[in-house]
Nanobody
Framework: QVQLVESGGGLVQAGGSLRLSCAAS????????MGWFRQAPGKEREFVAT????????IYADSVKGRFTISRDNAKNTVLLQMNSLKPEDTAVYYC????????????????WGQGSQVTVSS
């Protein structure tokens, strides 16, 4: 089992940057694929990015490709989401999630979730 805690959200102007961090506790973090998702008010939770257990493969939603970077440090049980060139439409609560082994874009396939971190981008 994995417990996840996000940090690093906040308020930023359009064009700015933020870095989200997800700290994982529990056993065998290196065995989990990790994902970032977001949910804006009145909208469904959507996929942002995912990374394989080794960190060797990353996948992004088209809406963030080229602006966001997901990475992980298995020695520190941490996953990061570097967000650059932020837009007002990136405003949402961002969630870190974990699932065994295989990456996925699907919300329903992740078993473990953090509490979320608010990101607000002003125009």
């Amino acid at each position: 089992q994995v417990q996840l805690v996000e940090s690093g959200g906040g308020l930023v102007q359009a064009g700015g940057s933020l870095r989200l961090s997800c700290a994982a506790s529990g056993r065998n973090f290196f065995a989990y694929a990790m994902g970032w998702f977001r949910q804006a008010p009145g909208k469904e939770r959507e996929f942002v990015a995912t990374i394989t257990p080794s960190g060797g493969v990353t996948i992004y939603a088209d809406s963030v490709k080229g602006r966001f970077t997901i990475s992980r440090d298995n020695a520190k049980n941490t996953v990061l989401l570097q967000m650059n060139s932020l837009k007002p439409e990136d405003t949402a609560v961002y969630y870190c999630a974990a699932r065994r082994a295989v990456v996925s874009r699907n919300v329903g396939e992740y078993a473990y979730w953090g509490q979320g971190s608010q990101v607000t981008v002003s125009s």
